[in-house]
């Protein structure tokens, strides 16, 4: 893979990681967890199941945080793009459509399978 692509997957992916550290009326964690205990058990109940609701969109996104900051590691240490089962190349196309992959489209499905 030439420097252009990879300033170019790094920009995509330093822009994604931005974007879901900055996202707009992004609160901290702790913000957005209420005292749950107002209300009726059905208040109470709905309250507590968009807690649940909120950690979990938190975990997805350090999730995804961690991917971003590992691909742009392998840019660094130059193997971006390289599959970390098979060690082939990962397809264009592939980095395009998920920029923090680190395994080709064939690992993946023989993963999923």
Not at 40 to 55: I, P, T
Not at 71 to 97: F, H, P, Q
């Amino acid at each position: 893979m030439n420097k252009r692509d990879l300033k170019k997957f790094r920009a995509a992916l330093e822009q994604k990681r931005d974007s879901i550290v900055n996202a707009p009326g992004k609160k901290p964690h702790w913000e957005n967890m209420e005292d749950t205990r107002h209300g009726d058990f059905v208040d109470q109940a709905s309250d507590d199941n968009e807690v649940h609701v909120n950690l979990r969109l938190l975990q997805i996104d350090a999730k995804l945080l961690r991917a971003i900051e590992a691909a742009i590691e392998r840019i660094d240490n130059g193997t971006y793009g390289i599959c970390s089962v098979c060690e082939e190349e990962i397809s264009v196309a592939r980095l395009k459509a998920v920029p923090w992959t680190s395994v080709c489209i064939a690992c993946k499905e023989k993963k999923s399978a």
